[in-house]
């Protein structure tokens, strides 16, 4: 018996009485809290060195704890409530950010015989899960009674509706070329395909879904709900200590499972150009780690958009070129 | 003020939404570089007043100098656009040396020149940085600072401070400069120019750059007249008025360079023309260096400058208003002596025209200091500029015509 | 010198009743005239095809309590960006009736400049469309720049907000990490208290 039906009948056998999946998910969640962690650190580290800076180098070697430091200090915070917030709405909205942001990972393959929960509309799950992350921010921004967090919110709730539109319709030419909407199928699609990756076939799809992955979790060049210039920290102006830290982690999450999502649908998943013996997700991660410096690479170079114009850019640019990448990919599929 | 915070009050407290939006941008702000406060009434994100108020840094320095010696007025300069000091310094002697009919060696002018350029491009510098950190690209800021960080080294080894450095006085200069300060500047002006096309790589292709710069508060160089901006604010709207080619003082009518002038009058326009006189201050300064080496063991001071008298141990925080004509007694030492009269200097600073308006009855003391700050003007041509725009682009507005709020509130 | 006096010349052709004074010092000149014209004169050294004083340089006013009767003098420096030429317009105010006219119809750029005349020196300027205090808070009693403000306020003097501060910050310096403020402030206090014990001790004996 090979390993891998003795994994499966493990699986099997445990899903059904102790319940494998809420390991697996507490696996997952930790794994990815270390990375988002680490996010952090690396973020500080390579926009350091992009500014000729060394970056935090005092905890620990090579100043390896300092996100375990940050943490230590938000938490240790005082959690200030301001006077005039709407308390509960208040409260609340940190975790909607973080938990809608979080909770996509559960239909997230990081390899084939690794995912919380199979389920086969998972690409919707997860549309729909990343624009209910920006329903934490509308209600921060509403609740915190804050002229910054108002405009902060009016301006998250904007920028993440015209971009969910142009990123679903991203979505859908690689629906279109998998036949499926369950990731697994659509990575088994890839190496099936000509190319192995529908990055190249899908080349503006690819593109439009980055622009609109970075304008979905609020980072630069669209970071206007959080316009530092503008707005101060717009919709968590108010926010202190461990609930500040909570949108921090959501953004993160949100950039992490954005980018995981295309790693899976567009640049072959957890197949690489030769196996990795014994990290069946080697190239997972790899993927991973490059499309995540890619989101602070593009951080430290660009400027920021204007209101107006990144509205521009969603309804007028980015939501044409999606439609006319879908009419393409139906005519290809058609004549092939 | 008061009507303005009980509608706020009311939109939070009670949730009715009647009257306009108001946002209270400042004292406290990221962009407003420094504490200027802004009252926004904004429709929107579009800004349909804009209400700037100023005197949160205000120290008196206009009254104080009243009852201070020259001499020691000069140090106050220092504190107004402490961006650029040795510029304020150069002003205020420029205007005491007229007072006093003194004439200045020729060496001390030339050092006065580097000096000034010298400021003119860290001052600069440090606006790319702050404008571009405001729009967003804040990779551009800290390539600033590396290069102005050189230059205030350059500073600290002329005069031993970096930041208000009351290098000139009233007759010169304070010191000579040595053999290896010339060295280090002649190193800079070489490696300087490799570094503007640096920043400029970095933003001046950028689309989204172009995109929040070009065609934003666009000023007509008559209504930028009108609305009394000078320096590059106003060469950006195509005024070629510049105080170092007009009314030259110093040796600038020795100095071959340009007088950068764009003729769009938007941010974009201003961005260029301070990149272009940061080229332009690097060749004056070349020449200035060039010259420097014809002038060698010539005094840098004048013979009857007036003394910096000190007070020795501290000075006890008097009960009542000091004496008007006496002020401090120095230790019973005579303090010079300034003759009757008036005098209105304007010198070029990085930020725009710096006037110094001394009248002088004939005493140690002034009896009137008036100080005409630019920031304080473009502060004031602020809302004529942004009302209409993006809440956004007033960032932009407020960065492209380069306030210091030292140099506003005095 | 010669370019310099061809203003002067126009202003008195043109003003020849209102000129009062001309006076030169280091070269520079000056003209004060009569305050109820300066609109007028302004309008025309702005507008006049050869003098062209387009740049309000600067807007100021000078005490001479004490030394001259007409307490206050608004200055104008004028400069001609065309023609390179300045020339400075005083306007003698005195000090029973502040006013002046406003220039803020021929140079916008006067219109803070005037409000900062008006908050230091308490002159008022008539037909300014917006006369508030700009530097000085706007509760602030007085005019700062005028030479019988003292330098040095009294405490009961001093700004009423400014004292609610200092109160408040004395009351939470008790959330201080490093109380030493607060220390000192009670040993004065105990030390004053026995000071007044031992006087009214002194009393009583006495």
Same mark, same amino acid.
């Given at each position: ?54 970056? +935090? ?19 240790? =915070? ?54 209910? @992350? ?11 009674? @804050?002229?910054? @967090? ?37 990575? =088994? ?83 690489? +150009?030769?196996?990795? +013996? ?8 790899? =993927? ?31 939501? +044409? ?16 | ?138 990779? &551009? ?106 009314? $030259? ?7 071959? !360079?340009?007088?950068? *002038? ?37 005094? *840098? ?31 019973? &030492? ?8 008036? *005098? ?29 700050? $630019?920031? !304080? ?5 602020? $809302? ?27 | 010198?010669?370019?310099?006096? /061809? ?43 050869? /003098?062209?004083?387009?740049? /309000? ?124 403020? /607060? ?24």
């Amino acid at each position: 018996m090979d390993a891998k039906t003795l994994y499966d009948a493990a699986d099997h056998f445990l899903l059904k009485y102790t319940g494998l999946s809420l390991i697996k998910g507490l696996v997952l969640v930790v794994i990815t809290l270390l990375h988002v962690a680490y996010a952090t650190y690396a973020e500080r580290k390579v926009i350091g060195r992009m500014q000729q800076r060394i970056g +935090p180098n005092r905890v620990g070697p090579r100043g390896l704890l300092q996100p375990i430091a940050d943490v230590l200090k938000l938490l240790t =915070k005082e959690d200030i409530t301001p006077d005039c917030v709407d308390r509960p709405v208040f409260m609340i909205a940190p975790f909607i950010s973080l938990v809608a942001g979080a909770t996509s990972l559960a239909v997230i393959p990081i390899w084939q015989n690794f995912v919380v929960a199979n389920v086969n509309c998972a690409l919707l799950v997860i549309l729909a899960l990343s624009s209910l @992350s920006s329903f934490g921010v509308i209600l921060a921004g509403w609740g915190s009674n @804050s002229r910054y @967090s108002f405009l902060g919110g009016l301006r998250a709730s904007a920028q993440v509706i015209s971009y969910e539109i142009a990123m679903a319709l991203a979505l859908v030419g690689v629906m279109m070329l998998a036949g499926s909407l369950n990731l697994i199928d659509i990575v =088994k699609a890839q190496i099936n395909s000509p190319f192995k990756m529908f990055a190249i076939p899908q080349i503006i799809g690819f593109f439009v879904f980055m622009v609109a992955a970075i304008a979905e979790t609020n980072r630069t060049p669209f970071d206007l709900p959080e316009a530092e210039s503008e707005l101060v920290a717009g919709y968590f102006v108010e926010y202190s200590a461990m609930r500040f830290a909570l949108f921090y982690l959501a953004e993160y999450f949100g950039m992490i499972v954005m980018s995981m999502v295309a790693v899976i649908c567009f640049l072959g998943g957890w197949y690489g +150009p030769f196996p990795i +013996p014994g990290i069946p997700f080697f190239w997972f991660l790899v =993927k991973l780690y490059f499309l995540i410096f890619f989101y602070i690479w593009v951080r430290a170079t660009l400027p920021r958009y204007r209101y107006d114009q990144v509205m521009g850019l969603g309804w007028k640019i980015l939501i +044409p070129l999606a439609l006319l990448n879908i009419v393409i990919t139906g005519l290809i599929k058609v004549l092939a | 003020m008061a009507p303005t915070l009980e509608i706020i009050k009311k939109q939070q407290t009670e949730d009715i939404w009647d009257e306009p939006y108001f946002v209270n941008m400042g004292p406290q702000h990221p962009a407003t570089h420094g504490v200027l406060r802004l009252f926004l009434e904004l429709n929107g994100e579009t800004i349909v007043r804009c209400d700037p108020r100023i005197g949160y840094l205000h120290r008196g320095v206009e009254k104080l100098s009243e009852f201070r010696t020259y001499a020691q007025d000069m140090l106050l300069t220092d504190r107004l656009d402490y961006i650029a000091s040795a510029a304020n310094n150069v002003g205020y002697c420029l205007a005491v040396e007229k007072l006093m009919g003194l004439e200045v060696p020729r060496r001390a002018q030339i050092l006065r020149v580097i000096a000034c350029e010298m400021a003119r491009i860290a001052s600069h510098l440090l606006w790319l940085a702050t404008h571009a950190l405001d729009i967003g690209a804040m990779t &551009v800021f800290l390539y600033c600072f590396r290069d102005r960080e050189w230059l205030l080294d350059i500073f600290e080894m002329m005069c031993g401070a970096r930041l208000t450095v009351s290098y000139p006085r009233i007759g010169g200069v304070r010191m000579d400069v040595t053999p290896e300060i010339i060295d280090e500047l002649y190193k800079f002006t070489e490696e300087f120019p490799k570094r503007i096309p640096e920043y400029e790589t970095l933003i001046d292709v950028n689309r989204i750059w172009l995109k929040r710069t070009k065609g934003i508060a666009v000023v007509s160089g008559q209504e930028a007249v009108n609305l009394g901006l000078t320096g590059p604010s106003l060469r950006g709207s195509g005024v070629p008025y510049d105080l170092r080619r007009s009314v $030259p003082y110093l040796i600038y009518d020795e100095l071959d !360079f340009e007088v950068a *002038v764009e003729f769009e009058g938007d941010v974009y326009a201003r961005y260029r023309v301070r990149m272009k006189e940061m080229r332009e201050a690097n060749k004056i300064i070349r020449q200035c260096l060039d010259k420097l080496s014809g002038t060698e063991g010539e005094p *840098v001071l004048a013979e009857n400058a007036p003394d910096l008298l000190m007070p020795f141990g501290k000075i006890k925080r008097p009960q009542a208003a000091p004496h008007p004509k006496k002020g401090y007694v120095v230790r019973g &030492v005579e303090l010079p002596v300034v003759p009757e009269g008036e *005098v209105y200097v304007a010198t070029e600073v990085p930020k725009g025209e710096l006037g110094f308006y001394i009248v002088s009855d004939g005493t140690g003391h002034p009896w009137r200091m008036r100080i005409r700050a $630019p920031s !304080f003007v473009h502060i004031s041509a602020i $809302p004529a500029m942004c009302e209409g725009q993006m809440v956004a682009d007033l960032i932009a507005v407020i960065g492209s015509v380069d306030i210091v709020l030292g140099e506003c509130d005095r | 010198m010669g370019e310099d006096m /061809l203003a002067v010349e126009k202003l008195k052709e043109a003003f020849g009743g209102d000129i009062i004074q001309v006076t030169e010092c280091a070269g520079q000149v000056a003209v004060i005239v009569r305050r109820d014209r300066i609109v007028d004169i302004l309008r025309f050294l702005h507008d006049d095809g050869e /003098l062209l004083f387009d740049h /309000l340089a600067d807007l100021t006013a000078v005490d001479w309590s004490g030394k001259k009767t007409p307490r206050f003098e608004v200055v104008y420096n004028l400069f001609s960006i065309r023609y390179k030429r300045y020339l400075r317009i005083k306007a003698q105010v005195p000090e029973e009736d502040p006013r002046i006219d406003s220039v803020t119809c021929i140079w916008k750029t006067a219109n803070w400049l005037e409000r900062e005349c008006y908050d230091m020196f308490g002159i008022i300027f008539e037909g300014h469309p917006d006369l508030r205090r700009l530097i000085m808070p706007e509760d602030w009693q007085g005019h700062p720049l005028r030479k019988d403000y003292p330098l040095f306020l009294e405490e009961d003097q001093e700004w009423p907000v400014y004292q609610e501060v200092k109160k408040k910050a004395r009351e939470l310096a008790v959330y201080d990490w490093y109380p030493m403020l /607060l220390e000192k402030e009670k040993a004065e206090e105990a030390a004053q208290a026995e000071a007044e014990a031992q006087e009214a001790g002194h009393g009583t004996n006495a």
